[in-house]
């Protein structure tokens, strides 16, 4: 997994998207991969519970006859939190504040999906933790 | 380090909206106009004078009464509740004493200069055609429009100025952070100072840090400009060769798609007849929904349902002590019909 385009894809979509104050890449199953995540909030609990959020949007959009899940959003009244999935293994977490342009942000978001997908299914060079880089 | 980037105007988009909008008032127009671009917006038009501007880039009227704490969010959610407030509820803010009619006016048309300022401060890509409002329209359009070539004036001179400071930024280019020596806690700065000092953290921009204060962005950017100039705020760029944060590799490496697993496991698949219960001690309990798709990290661990312990619903000792009672088949076959099998249909 390359680790570099990894992060860059993260940082890109925080510094394209007006508004977006924080992403998190997570295993389909939760398990935290990378955060870019201001102090603040716990990223390995973000990442399992935008699994569990995934999971229950999928079930409510098979269950309710809706399509295919293409993402879940949760807004407050203080932002909003997406959570995608990143093909079958993995997802993504975009944060953002009330300034958001949601629909922006889903246009930027899918082709970024299919890239962080092919970074993630990659078994190329850079599976190994670069020596300046310490693990989460 | 002092980020020192100069400012200057996207003359391109600049024009290409200005020309737009000069359109939009001779011709006395109805309708909002799309900008596209970084961070864009919408100009809400009403008979060709400008009655609100809606931009990622600045926070609007409800986000400058919330998160400046004027208003509370529960405050806030009870108003909306009241019948015929809609999505703006000025008459209840006024009403509760929440707000002056004046001030609400007040921020009304700061919010609508700020997001003029923050669409022109930035990229413009395309100006759409003059269409009908989006969805309901604007939320707080103020009741007298502007000029349109006035606000834009206005916007640019404001940009000027900006661009003149010793330290110019942008309301979304630079991410400052404390100095060394900078105390969010000093009573001798000024609250405005001080709140900055807090939120800056290396990551937001000035345009974060007015949606994180509730002021204007335009206000932000300038005090940002200031205390970068004064020493109060830094600006440093990352090493290039260290990652941003750091990136955990999952323990088999690479993911691959969950229907793998499946394509390579069909002879085990789940046992009907024993329904998953609550996973045992020893394993691993799942971290989230359990019938998700599950990464390839646990590919060479065979995923396997919860098998229960023979025995263990104490249906053996149930049947022997009974058995040990029964004097006929009649209470047998009773018997057979409260035993479960897989082929019974329950």
Redesign the interface.
């Known amino acids: ?1 390359d ?2 385009a ?2 860059r894809e ?2 890109g979509l925080r510094e ?1 998207v ?2 977006v ?1 924080d992403t998190a890449v997570a ?10 995540i ?2 603040g909030i716990d990223p390995e609990g973000l990442a ?1 519970i935008a ?2 959020g ?3 949007a999928r ?1 409510t959009a098979e269950a309710t006859g809706r399509g295919t899940l293409r993402q879940t959003v949760t807004h407050g ?2 932002g909003c939190a997406a959570f995608y999935a990143v ?4 997802l993504l977490v975009v944060l953002g ?5 949601v629909d ?1 942000l889903h246009e930027e978001a899918r082709p970024a999906l299919a890239r962080i997908d092919a970074i ?5 060079a850079g ?4 020596p ?5 | 380090m002092v980020t020192d980037r100069r400012i200057s105007l996207d003359r391109v988009g600049y024009g290409l909206l200005s020309r737009t909008l000069a359109e939009c008032g001779r011709d006395v127009a109805t309708g909002e106009l799309r900008v596209s671009g ?3 917006g919408a100009f809400h038009l009403r008979g060709g004078l400008v009655v609100a501007v809606e ?6 009227p ?2 400058l009464l ?2 400046s704490g004027r208003i509370s ?1 529960e405050q ?2 009870g108003l909306l509740r009241e019948p015929g407030a809609g999505r703006w509820p000025e008459a209840g803010l006024v009403a509760h004493g929440y707000a002056g009619a004046a001030q609400l006016r007040v921020v009304r048309m700061m919010a609508l200069q700020d997001a003029v300022f923050a669409v022109v401060a930035g990229r413009v890509d395309g100006v759409e055609p003059l269409a009908e409002p989006s969805g309901s329209g604007p939320l707080a359009p103020v009741a007298v429009g502007e000029s349109p070539l006035r606000l834009l004036q206005e916007a640019t001179r404001k940009l000027i100025a900006l661009a003149a400071l010793p330290c110019p930024v942008l309301p ?1 280019r630079e991410r400052p952070l404390p100095a060394s020596g900078a105390d969010a806690d000093d009573l001798r700065l000024p609250p405005t100072r001080r709140e900055i000092l807090t939120h800056a ?1 290396g ?1 937001r921009t000035a ?2 840090l007015a ?2 204060t509730g002021r204007g962005v335009y206000a932000v950017t300038v005090e940002l400009a200031r205390m970068l100039a004064e020493g109060l705020l830094r600006c440093e760029d990352a090493p290039p ?10 323990p088999t ?7 793998q697993f499946v394509a390579m496991a069909p002879e085990d698949p789940p046992r009907p007849e024993e329904p998953a219960g609550p996973p045992r001690p020893e394993e691993p309990a ?4 359990p ?8 590919l060479d661990t065979p995923r396997k349902l919860p098998r229960r312990e023979p025995g263990a619903s104490g249906i053996t000792e149930t049947l022997a002590a009974t058995k040990s009672g029964a004097a006929s088949w009649k209470g047998f076959f009773r018997l057979r019909h409260r035993i479960w099998t897989p082929d019974s249909g329950t």
């Open positions: 997994m680790h570099e990894l992060t993260m940082r394209q007006t508004g104050t295993a389909a199953d939760g398990l935290l991969i990378a955060a870019d201001a102090g399992a699994a569990a995934l999971g229950l079930r009244s203080q093909g079958e293994t993995a504040d009330e300034g958001i342009d922006r993630l299914t990659s078994a190329g599976r190994e933790p670069a300046a880089v310490g693990a989460v | 970084r961070p864009g931009s990622p880039g600045a926070p609007g409800e986000a919330l998160r969010g806030w959610d979304d953290d990551r345009r974060d949606f994180t060769t260290v990652l941003p944060f750091p990136v955990r590799t999952p490496g690479a993911l691959s798609p969950v229907r799942e971290p989230a929904e019938a998700e798709p599950t990464a390839v990290v646990r």
